[in-house]
Structure formats: C-alpha cells, structure tokens
C-alpha cells in the first residue's frame, strides 16, 4: 500500500494550491479518502474527506467554503483543491484511506486519525508573504 502526495509549495496570503494524493497496492474505489495537516507544534488535524463513490464530502470548519476535495477513481487519486489560502494553513498535509464508508448511518463522518487504515509521508504547504 503507497500513498504518496504533491503539489504542495509555498504560497502567498489568498493565493491558491493543489495536492494530489496518488494511491497505489489496494482497491482505491473501496476506500473512503481523507486529508489531514499538522502544522508546527500541534496535533494532526482533520480537514476534508470524500465516500469512495466521490458522491459524499466532509469538510472541517476551517476547510469548508475554501478548499475542495475530489478523486478520481481511474487514476486512483485524491485532490485537494486550496483557494483563499491563509497563513494559519501552513501546515505538511497527509492523504489517508479508510475501508469502506466515509460516514456511519449518515451522519457521523469518520474525521479521526485512528479510523484511518494507511497514511501517506505528507506535503509541505506554506503560507507566507
């Protein structure tokens, strides 16, 4: 199981970036594909993730209206479109796949590191004039 990410960079305030997560040893289209940051200093965090169909999306407070997440099951890859980016997103982002659903009876997405089964090495993203 690989997952490996790209496309992150340095940026400036408002600027825009997007991550590629290319997936490759496992059935992409059965997994739920998810994005995480960690900026300095502080904990992984949530940011996005997408049903294994593209159909379903969740966005953490700080992501949503800004960023936007979309996969391709024939190339097996996940995206991350940034817009309207801001310091405070400076951050390495991590792709990761989940099994199976990306939410439980609809209304509990599945946000948390450890319901994550693999993990990518991360990309850095910098925001800064």
């Known amino acids: 199981v690989q997952l490996v990410e790209s496309g992150g960079g340095s940026v400036q305030p408002g600027g825009s970036l997007r991550l590629s997560c290319a997936a490759s040893?496992?059935?992409?289209?059965?997994?739920?594909m998810g994005w995480f940051r960690q900026a300095p200093g502080k904990e992984r965090e949530f940011v996005a993730a997408i049903s294994w169909s593209g159909g379903n999306t969740y966005y953490s407070d700080s992501a949503k209206g800004r960023f936007t997440i979309s996969r391709d099951n024939a190339k097996s890859t996940v995206y991350l479109q940034m817009n309207s980016l801001k310091p405070e997103d400076t951050a390495v982002y991590y792709c990761?796949?989940?099994?199976?659903?990306?939410?439980?009876?609809?209304?509990?997405?599945?946000?948390?590191?450890?319901?994550?089964?693999?993990w990518g090495q991360g990309t850095q993203v910098t925001v800064s004039s």
């Open positions: 040893g496992f059935t992409f289209s059965s997994y739920a």
């Open positions: 990761a796949a989940r099994y199976g659903a990306v939410y439980y009876r609809g209304s509990y997405y599945y946000t948390k590191e450890f319901e994550y089964d693999h």
